[in-house]
């Protein structure tokens, strides 16, 4: 039979899988930073409200050049990494006792969601004459700050553990401190480095709020002496090292995510 | 070394799950329990296993399982139940890893049961790369390396296609041919019962009990080539359990599961 | 931002207008300016509270709503970005640059200290007193407690050690934001020194755990501690309106001064003035207990809102000394003189 009427069926699959491409995220940045720059210079937008871009630059250069910026740079990452490395190290602790014994989880398991949401800000005072006004109460801020949401990443993570796996481990005849370092901690590994990844930046967020009390240098004294002082190109300058702190971190996480996590 | 069951029951909460079960698994044996989804049969392998504690009865061990054994009731998962952060070979050395065993008797075992199981050009893939046949051989590799007494197998070939469930069974046969391990094989298919089973145990459902015990007097090895004369056995069976099979077809699923 | 403000007001205004005018009911008496004034509930802020309670604002044209704020600081800001049109703050290194950023100006003067009578108070912590912090001249190598980097306090720190020729690297500034910190710190002994105006000074003394140590006043005789800040906008484009507020704002100083600074018009009228300064000041504290606390902390107001520039000049000098504020802010940008005497 001769065909009659012929007709491609029309394409009605694609689309809905956004790709990768390349330096559109660079661009963006690019035209971003060329408006605002042109936007200053042309006086539509006035100093009061927003500086240069190229002062916010000069701004940073001026910081590396009077050697300022090694020093606030390392008394900020003292607090950070002492804050959190302490912070994390206590919540996978406390998460995997929460996580593996019945009387640690009807304990602190209540204690931890009471003492989650409150702002650890709103502690500051208290943690200055508990810790101290220089370095302890601002790592504690960031301890504090950091230890409960590692605890609940860490804990649920165990608890997500594949039950089957534990009983395989049991089956075998697997010793309690073989399952726990075999199987639970591996098992439980992605969610405690997402729950890493979001503690860093709670970490950085602190950082500038632990750095208001009695902090001479620091990031975070610095941006805040820059908004007292009205110095907005300082302001941006030291914001966008903060932002910095958080790309590095988050690349450091994604590379021990890939380290740790290379058999997913 | 044998094992023993002596009028197992169990429940859970109001769930009356099995009752008054009374087995044996003699060395060099294969006991199928087949039965309806809900009869309790997977419960009753962990019992077996020493996972769960039954409600009642008791398991026993009758006579010393072999003097190189170092897990002599040894499980076979239907998932698998793979670390996906080992390898192949890591996972085998996970079971080893407790066992005081040197360094180079742990390598000897693992290249062993990887050449036994066909496994040697995996040994440093990571699950997620594997089929689930393959998986299951993994399983069944690290099953073999600590030399089990008797392999407690639950529903090992579930979760596969027929065509690899096919090529399973014969490497089970094949394996039971030259090693004569003993097993307890839970399995709802008829067909892998009357392939690899002595002796099948039939439950009822809900709660499981011991419905009637069918011999088998083929030797595996040949029942592939003896395919009429167990139909003969698959008919009976099939006979047995259909109308468990219909009524635990139309249950609601609200109940505990196994 | 301000540009839209000003904009839809000039638009409220013109059409406001046009209705009274089309309805027949304008009048040969201007409407009252509507304005907004930032203060701080301290007594240095009376002049404000008085003019208002008096009606001098009402007299001279304007219809005032304070803004009450917890921290100067943000006063400054506020002016910059026209949400409230005068201020009473102190010269920090925020307000500098704003001026220098062409946003706000001092065009008079508030708070003044002056020898004589009791001006802000040097403090110690009685752990720091026993360890031998016992006069100013030992500031060395001890912390200090200011609100934040460029504050009155942190210049004032500058002050004394620059007089005891102390080197501003051997005092360990301890920004922490709020007086109410600084006063917690300094009590557990967390900070070892401070500054602060008297009536808190005195009270903190009191309590034992805090030691007067010295007075600003050796240190900063004519220290112009706060000024009448306003928008640049308001100096160019309204200026009759700056002159209005201003007078009335000397009038009420005027008063303050009388009743509780010189106490030249009598015990009643001392009272009267302690009344309605409590409406402002310590309002949740009863009146019997509030009373002390308002007389001791009577420093002496600006007559006439005069302006100290020699003392504004020096401050300024410190301010660029220290790199805190741009060195090519001239005195002129921060200053208009042309609203009071000047000197």
């Not at chain 1, 602790?93 to 650890?120: D, E, N, Q, T, Y």
Request: with cysteine; glycine share 10%.
């Amino acid at each position: 039979m001769p065909p009659t009427d012929k007709k491609q069926v029309p394409f009605r699959g694609g689309g809905f899988a956004p790709k990768k491409v390349r330096f559109a995220g660079l661009a963006v940045f690019a035209v971003i930073l060329i408006l605002w720059e042109l936007g200053t210079r042309s006086g539509f937008i006035t100093p009061l409200v927003l500086p240069k871009p190229s002062e916010a630059f000069g701004a940073l250069v001026e910081l590396v050049r009077s050697g300022l910026l090694v020093k606030h740079l390392s008394a900020s990452l003292v607090r950070l990494i002492a804050g959190w490395s302490l912070g994390v190290s206590l919540g996978v602790a406390l998460g995997i006792a929460i996580g593996l014994f019945s009387l640690a989880r009807s304990g602190l398991a209540p204690l931890v969601s009471a003492l989650f949401p409150i702002p650890k800000i709103a502690l500051l005072p208290l943690f200055v004459i508990w810790f101290g006004i220089d370095e302890g109460s601002k790592i504690a801020t960031i301890l504090f700050g950091t230890l409960f949401p590692t605890v609940i990443a860490t804990y649920s993570g165990i608890d997500n553990v594949d039950r089957s796996l534990i009983r395989m481990g049991q089956s075998f005849g697997l010793s309690w401190a073989s399952i726990v370092r075999k199987i639970i901690l591996p098992g439980a590994m992605p969610a405690i480095l997402a729950g890493f990844r979001i503690s860093a930046s709670i970490a950085i967020i602190l950082l500038v709020a632990a750095e208001m009390i009695g902090a001479e240098y620091g990031i975070g004294a610095y941006i805040l002496m820059a908004g007292s002082l009205m110095q907005t190109d300082q302001l941006l300058a030291g914001v966008a090292i903060l932002s910095g702190i958080g790309l590095i971190a988050a690349w450091g996480i994604g590379r021990a995510e890939a380290w740790f996590l290379k058999w997913r | 070394m044998r094992l023993v069951l002596e009028n197992i029951s169990h429940r859970y909460g109001n769930v009356e799950v099995l009752e008054g079960i009374s087995l044996e698994v003699k060395e060099g044996e294969i006991v199928a329990i087949i039965g309806p989804s809900g009869c309790g049969k997977s419960t009753l392998l962990r019992l077996a296993g020493g996972l769960e504690k039954p409600g009642g009865g008791r398991i026993l061990q009758e006579g010393a399982p072999p003097a190189n054994s170092l897990n002599p009731l040894t499980y076979i998962f239907q998932d698998f139940a793979l670390l996906p952060w080992r390898t192949v070979r890591g996972n085998i050395a996970l079971v080893l890893e407790d066992h005081k065993l040197a360094s180079d008797q742990r390598k000897a075992i693992i290249e062993d049961v990887l050449s036994r199981t066909s496994l040697l050009d995996f040994a440093h893939a990571y699950p997620r790369q594997l089929s689930g046949g393959m998986k299951q051989r993994v399983a069944i590799a690290r099953a073999l390396s600590v030399r089990p007494a008797i392999m407690l197998m639950d529903e090992p070939l579930s979760a596969l296609d027929a065509q690899t469930r096919a090529l399973l069974m014969e490497d089970f046969v094949g394996l039971w041919r030259r090693e004569q391990f003993s097993a307890l094989y839970v399995t709802h298919n008829l067909q892998e019962a009357v392939q690899l089973g002595h002796r099948i145990v039939v439950l009822s459902r809900r709660p499981g009990r011991v419905r009637e015990i069918i011999e088998i007097d083929i030797p595996v090895e040949e029942r592939a080539s003896r395919a009429v004369e167990l139909e003969r056995h698959s008919r009976h069976l099939w006979q047995l359990m259909r109308d468990e099979a219909r009524a635990a077809d139309r249950e609601l699923l609200d109940a505990a599961n196994g | 931002m301000s540009i839209i403000k000003t904009y839809t007001r000039r638009v409220v205004m013109a059409g406001l207008g046009a209705t009274m005018f089309l309805g027949g009911i304008a009048e040969s008496v201007q409407a009252a300016d509507k304005i907004k004034v930032g203060a701080l509930r301290f007594t240095s802020h009376s002049a404000s509270f008085v003019a208002y309670e008096r009606g001098y604002f009402k007299k001279n044209g304007l219809d005032v709503e304070f803004k009450f704020f917890s921290a100067a600081a943000p006063m400054a800001v506020a002016i910059a970005s026209g949400d409230i049109d005068f201020g009473v703050t102190a010269i920090t290194g925020g307000l500098i640059n704003l001026a220098n950023k062409n946003a706000v100006k001092i065009i008079g003067g508030a708070l003044h200290e002056e020898k004589g009578i009791d001006g802000s108070a040097i403090l110690a912590s009685a752990k720091a007193y026993e360890a031998g912090l016992t006069s100013p001249a030992k500031l060395g190598g001890h912390s200090f407690g200011i609100t934040q980097t460029g504050s009155s306090f942190h210049y004032m720190a500058g002050r004394i050690a620059a007089k005891e020729g102390i080197p501003m690297s051997q005092i360990r500034l301890k920004p922490l934001m709020k007086v109410g910190a600084i006063i917690g710190a300094l009590k557990t002994g967390q900070i070892d020194a401070w500054v602060i105006v008297p009536h808190i000074a005195k009270a903190l003394a009191k309590s034992g755990k805090v030691k007067i140590i010295g007075w600003v006043n050796d240190y900063a005789p004519d220290y112009q501690v706060t000024t009448v800040t306003t928008s640049v906008k308001n100096v160019t484009q309204n200026k009759d309106m700056v002159k209005r507020f201003l007078k009335a704002f000397a009038q009420g100083a005027a008063d303050f001064n009388a009743a509780l600074v010189d106490k030249t018009a009598g015990e009643a009228v001392a009272t009267d003035m302690v009344r309605l300064v409590h409406k402002y000041v310590y309002a949740s504290r009863p009146y019997e207990k509030a009373a002390p606390s308002i007389r001791n902390g009577a420093m002496r107001l600006n007559k006439g809102a005069w302006l100290d520039v020699a003392s504004i000049k020096s401050q300024l000098d410190w301010f660029k000394a220290q790199g805190l504020v741009n060195k090519d802010i001239t005195i002129d940008q921060l200053v208009d003189t042309s609203f009071t005497a000047a000197k």
